[in-house]
């Protein structure tokens, strides 16, 4: 029962507990656009030819992306 209490309350100090990676991508998309995007981030997937799909895709497989985008996701979101 305590476990659970712990990994209970680890989520609730995780900021990005229950945003999902879509969410955090079109929110990003949004702000900056993807030229701005993949002057941040310098992934392939934001640079040519980008799409919500492609960069999903590519983020869900590729962790150190994914947490460039996380990172940036919480600097801006602040």
Not at 26 to 53: T, V
């Amino acid at each position: 029962m305590e476990e659970s209490k712990k990994v209970t309350q680890v989520q609730a100090s995780n900021p990005l507990h229950g945003v999902k990676l879509v969410d955090m991508l079109e929110y990003l998309h949004a702000i900056y656009g993807w030229k701005e995007l993949g002057d941040r981030i310098q992934i392939r997937c934001f640079q040519s030819n980008p799409s919500i799909k492609s960069s999903l895709t590519f983020l869900r497989k590729t962790p150190w992306a994914r947490e460039q985008v996380e990172q940036l996701y919480l600097e801006t979101y602040k």
